[in-house]
T-cell receptor, first 110, second 113 residues
C-alpha cells in the first residue's frame, strides 16, 4: 500500500508560474525524496531532504519538511513546459526501501 | 548509456503463461530493487537485494513471483501462471550502499490478456 498521499492529485498552470505540491506520510523516516516521472525519461530523482532538515533548495526546486506533521512540500519556481510530469514523494520508513505516494500530475501550458 | 537497463520493454502474454524480466543495474551498485506500478499510482515495493542476497520481500510478492540476483550483478523477476491483475509496469532501480538516491530503469510493461 502507498505510504503517502500527494495533494493536489492534478495541477495545471501557465509557464512562468510557481507550482506547489504537498505530500503527507504515515511513519517515522530517515529522509524524504521527490521523484519526477514522465514518459520520456521514466522516474528521476530530484531532491532528498533528511529528517533533521527543514528546508532544502536545488535550482528551481524548494523542498520543506515538517516531521511533526509528517508532511513535505515541493515548490517549482518559474515553471516550464518541460516540467510537465508526475511528481512523487518517497519515504524510507526507516528501512532500506522506498514507499511512494500517489503522485501529483503537473501540466504546464506554454 | 551506463544507466539501469531493463528487458524487455514490453511484454504481452496470455493468462497462465510464465514471464521473466531482466534488470541490469548500474555497475558497482550493490543494492537492486524491484517495484510495480499500476496506472495512476505510485510505484509499490516488491523486493530488494544487497549484492546477491534477497533481504526483503513485500507481501505483494505472492508465491507466483520469484526474483534472483545471481553473482550480485543482473537480476531477474519471474512471474508464473500470470493473471490479468499482474498487468503493470515493473520497475527496477539500483543504488550504491552508501546512498539513498535510487536510479530507475525504463521499466517493463506487462500486459496479460
Amino acid at each position: 500500500s502507498q505510504q503517502g498521499e500527494e495533494d493536489p492529485q492534478a495541477l495545471s498552470i501557465q509557464e512562468g508560474e510557481n507550482a506547489t505540491m504537498n505530500c503527507s506520510y504515515k511513519t517515522s523516516i530517515n529522509n524524504l525524496q521527490w521523484y519526477r516521472q514522465n514518459s520520456g525519461r521514466g522516474l528521476v530523482h530530484l531532491i532528498l531532504i533528511r529528517s533533521n532538515e527543514r528546508e532544502k533548495h536545488s535550482g528551481r526546486l524548494r523542498v520543506t519538511l515538517d516531521t511533526s506533521k509528517k508532511s513535505s512540500s515541493l515548490l517549482i519556481t518559474a515553471s516550464r513546459a518541460a516540467d510537465t510530469a508526475s511528481y512523487f514523494c518517497a519515504t524510507d520508513g526507516r528501512t532500506d526501501k522506498l514507499i511512494f505516494g500517489t503522485g501529483t500530475r503537473l501540466q504546464v501550458f506554454p | 548509456d551506463t544507466g539501469v537497463s531493463q528487458n524487455p520493454r514490453h511484454k504481452i502474454t496470455k493468462r497462465g503463461q510464465n514471464v521473466t524480466f531482466r534488470c541490469d543495474p548500474i555497475s558497482e551498485h550493490n543494492r537492486l530493487y524491484w517495484y510495480r506500478q499500476t496506472l495512476g499510482q505510485g510505484p509499490e515495493f516488491l523486493t530488494y537485494f544487497q549484492n546477491e542476497a534477497q533481504l526483503e520481500k513485500s507481501r505483494l510478492l505472492s508465491d507466483r513471483f520469484s526474483a534472483e540476483r545471481p553473482k550480485g550483478s543482473f537480476s531477474t523477476l519471474e512471474i508464473q501462471r500470470t493473471e490479468q491483475g499482474d498487468s503493470a509496469m515493473y520497475l527496477c532501480a539500483s543504488t550504491p550502499t552508501e546512498s539513498y538516491e535510487q536510479f530507475f530503469g525504463p521499466g517493463t510493461r506487462l500486459t496479460v490478456l
